[in-house]
């Protein structure tokens, strides 16, 4: 971890404004001890149930902090966001509750549902190639007049998704290690910074999967830095991180482990089997990352895991498991 001024970070007054703001908005999901992960890794296993969250995952949190803080001129000229599925969703979803016009920029490789549940909200909903073109007409976009609201590289977002971690300080027993994955970054900053400030003793941990890997290419540069993408969890595939997201996981977040896109598929079945819950392969990738820092750890570990979202359906899932071999 490098050493980066609390000034430029979000801070816990930060966090704590957005969790005011957007109570009545979001869910404050479960955090509760799993025995079935508990039993699978070895070690004692907590779980934040952000997939139970308004819109399927995290993503409502930091996409109503933001619009909660936009002018009145901001609200009627309309919003815009890029997403791999999971931010869409959770933009076009509140920005309906919020009477704000949405438009979201996808790429083609996004998940049906997530492109469904999008138009299904209201939201005008643009196409792309691939994700370094949806970045691209977003900024028209912008430059157009609409308010864009980051996926992860903008304060209020990140103060939002922190609302992730001030619950998890909260509502959980003793923890030594929280599992977090990363996209472009903007919930492990949060969560990183209420956890630093309410649980400073506990470490956290980042993962990706392979080839999608902004975060630990952006550590391994010293800074964002563009990176290729072929990773089948689209939800995490950001072509880079921003430096306000490099800047709290270079100063707050222990390592970044990166994992492959069969070993998330298969904790996705392994959350279903054994967690009882149906996730994306975004948070299966958490548990072949917990077995990493259960290993590292050794005797003592309490480990937290952020399931940050379930919007993907049993034939996707079940068709990455046939490709990978894993039924």
Not at 84 to 94: D, E, P, W
Not at 312 to 317: A, F, G, M, N, R
Request: glycine share 12%; net charge negative; aromatic share 2%.
């Amino acid at each position: 971890m490098n050493d980066i001024p609390d000034s430029a970070l979000i801070g816990l007054a930060d966090i704590e404004a957005a969790a005011r703001h957007i109570t009545g908005h979001v869910v404050r999901t479960p955090t509760v001890p799993s025995p079935g992960l508990t039993a699978l890794l070895g070690a004692p296993v907590t779980a934040k149930l952000e997939l139970l969250q308004r819109t399927g995952s995290f993503k409502a949190r930091g996409a109503t902090a933001k619009l909660l803080s936009l002018s009145a001129a901001e609200r009627a000229a309309g919003v815009v966001a890029v997403s791999g599925g999971n931010h869409g969703i959770a933009l076009a979803v509140m920005a309906a509750a919020l009477d704000v016009k949405a438009t979201v920029v996808m790429p083609r490789t996004a998940p049906a549902r997530s492109l469904a549940l999008a138009e299904e909200a209201g939201a005008s909903v643009r196409l792309t190639d691939g994700m370094d073109s949806a970045f691209e007409l977003v900024t028209r976009l912008r430059d157009e007049g609409l308010t864009l609201v980051h996926p992860f590289d903008d304060p209020a977002v990140i103060a939002g998704q922190g609302t992730v971690g001030l619950e998890l300080a909260e509502d959980a027993g003793e923890l030594t290690d929280v599992v977090v994955s990363v996209g472009g970054g903007g919930l492990i900053a949060g969560v990183a910074a209420a956890l630093r400030a309410r649980r400073p003793g506990v470490r956290v941990w980042g993962v990706e999967t392979e080839g999608a890997e902004a975060m630990s290419g952006a550590l391994e540069a010293g800074g964002p830095v563009r990176v290729p993408l072929s990773s089948l969890v689209t939800t995490l595939s950001a072509p880079s991180v921003s430096k306000l997201t490099y800047d709290h996981v270079s100063a707050l977040v222990e390592e970044v482990l990166v994992v492959p896109d069969r070993d998330a598929v298969r904790g996705c079945l392994e959350l279903a089997d054994h967690a009882k819950v149906w996730a994306e392969p975004a948070a299966g990738c958490l548990l072949p990352a917990a077995r990493q820092v259960v290993e590292r750890v050794g005797d003592g570990a309490r480990i937290g895991l952020v399931v940050c979202g379930g919007n993907t359906t049993p034939s996707e899932v079940m068709g990455w498991a046939h490709r990978f071999g894993l039924l």
